[in-house]
Each structure stands twice: as structure tokens, then as C-alpha cells.
């Protein structure tokens, strides 16, 4: 099902996913460890027919790999980009476990325009970045509503801890270094995937869209897990830690 987009038959939406999937790994060569691991989480605390709210859900990654490991789970994807919704709502049509809306994370009232009041799972990834603290801790308020008693709320993102910064600085330089590597290979970075997408005639649209939403790619704040989890503690969550991070990523989990 899906909310106000409409898709176009004869676009090989599945090679849109591999090819986003493809420059997301870019930079994150752990991308699939860390949905294998939120999965798990997913299995461990709510169990195996979950019904989720993938949050700013892009092309609809975790939607996939949730129902590919638990079938009878339900996703509602929300996000406000035009053409990563495009692609979600190509290669879900017909799935009738699925539902997009589509919405601003930073209106308030973002939430009423969700099919559900609550839900056993909340999965966000490489996502919430673009925000700054306080709009994302008034995210973490509203996530809180949206969370069963018992459900959980998991964010997979890139967060820093200032407190290290030689660290930081050293595992920076070799995680580019590596990608250097991967671009001599081929890899698309980026920028290069959009130019792709404007190019493309059913595309090409909701990615003009798109950028006139958000205009060039800016990050916003990149707090430590530390702040995460004493943010999302005050926002009514009963408890919160990482299960799984990488060097520069962390999976954090708060439980309801």
C-alpha cells in the first residue's frame, strides 16, 4: 500500500535497491552487520511478528530484510524524500504488509498521520545525523508516544565521542582511505548515485523534488551514545545502550 505516490510499471525497481544498497556500502562496508544485529534485537525483545515503524526509511532497506527474516512482520515506512519513496513504493506494491507515509520528522505532527498508535518496534539507520540535538531530542520524545510498553527503539548512525580525538581522527583517515580503494574500483559515491537518479526518466522528478526539500546533503549534529542514551532515558525509556558498533557507528537500543 502506499500513501500519495504513485509508481510506474516497467521500472526494474529492484536494481534501484541493489544500486542504493551498493553506494550506501560504500561507506559503511558493515552495513548488513548491523541489521543482521538490530534483527536479532528485534527477535530477542519483541519477537518474530513485530509490527514495526521503519523511521525516515529511504528506499525501504530495513522494511526489506525485516520481512525477509520474519514474514509475518508488518512495516509502516515513513520518510518526506520523493524519490527514496519512489523506489520503497516501487518495490513494495502490492506487499500488503507495507505501508509508506510520507513526513516531515521535524513538524510535530508527524506522528497523526501514522495508521497505527503504537508499535512493538521503532528501527531508524544512517538516518537521524541530519538533525540537530534538540530537534532530534524532541524526535526521541515523540518516539517514546509511539513505543509499546515493552517495544523498542533502535538507531543505527554514525555517533562521535569528542572525548577521543586522535581516535577518531585516526580511524577516519584509514575508513577513507579504504573507500579511495573501493572508488578506484568502480563504487559510486553519493553524488554520483543522484546525478544517476536525475537522469532517469521516472527518477528524475521526485529527485528535483527531493533537492529542493533538503538541497545538498548537510549533517547535522553527531552526538556520542552517551548523549543518545541519557536523552532517550529523559524521554521516558526505561533503558538504553549500545548492542553493536563499529569504529565511527553505533546500533544504540532503548527499551520501553
Known sequence: MT???????????????????????????????????????????????PRVLDLACGTGSITARLLARFPDATSTG????????????????????????????????????????????VLTATALHWLHREPLADLYGHIAGLVRDGGVFMNADHMIDETTPRINAAERAQRHARMDQAKERGALDWA?????AAKDPVLAG????????????ADGDMPSPVWHARVLREAGF???RPVWC???????????
Open 3 to 49: 500513501d500519495s505516490h504513485t509508481t510506474t510499471a516497467g521500472t526494474d525497481w529492484q536494481a534501484w535497491q541493489e544500486s542504493w544498497d551498493r553506494q550506501q556500502e560504500w561507506y559503511m562496508p558493515d552495513r548488513e552487520e548491523r541489521f543482521r544485529v538490530m534483527l536479532d534485537m528485534v527477535e530477542a525483545l519483541v519477537g518474530t511478528a
Open 78 to 121: 515513513v520518510d518526506l524524500d520523493p524519490a527514496l519513496l519512489a523506489i520503497a513504493e516501487g518495490t513494495f506494491e502490492g506487499d500488503e504488509r507495507v505501508t509508506f507515509v510520507t513526513a516531515d520528522l521535524k513538524d510535530p505532527g508527524w506522528a497523526a498521520q501514522l495508521p497505527h498508535d503504537s508499535y512493538d518496534a
Open 192 to 196: 554520483e548515485w543522484w546525478q544517476l
Open 206 to 217: 521526485p529527485t528535483a523534488r527531493r533537492f529542493e526539500i533538503y538541497g545538498e546533503h
Open 238 to 240: 526505561a533503558e538504553a
Open 246 to 256: 563499529s569504529p565511527s557507528d553505533t546500533l544504540l537500543l532503548a527499551l520501553k
